[in-house]
């Protein structure tokens, strides 16, 4: 299950967590003390939905990268 982004979420991370945000979009979690990072949230164990999704001048028309809420890369073909 996942979360979505909003303020009561970022209220509730521990004193020591802080929150950030990839170059794509996609939310993660530091634990500053611990010099560690991770896409779940520290106290729901939820990955939070942020919609990511992309097209990439790499990819071949048609196709879109996206990920899983465990952080997993997949591709989309859109059939016209």
């Known amino acids: 299950m996942a ?39 520290p106290v729901t164990g939820e990955a939070v939905v942020t919609g990511h999704r992309r097209q990439s001048t790499d990819l071949p028309t048609g196709w879109e990268e996206a990920y899983t809420f465990e952080g997993a890369r997949y591709y989309i073909k859109f059939h016209k």
Do not use: M, Q
């Open 3 to 41: 979360a979505d982004l909003n303020l009561e979420w970022i209220c509730s991370l521990p004193r020591s967590w802080t929150y950030g945000i990839t170059r794509g979009g996609r939310v993660f979690f530091i634990n500053e003390e611990a010099k560690s990072t991770t896409w779940l949230h």
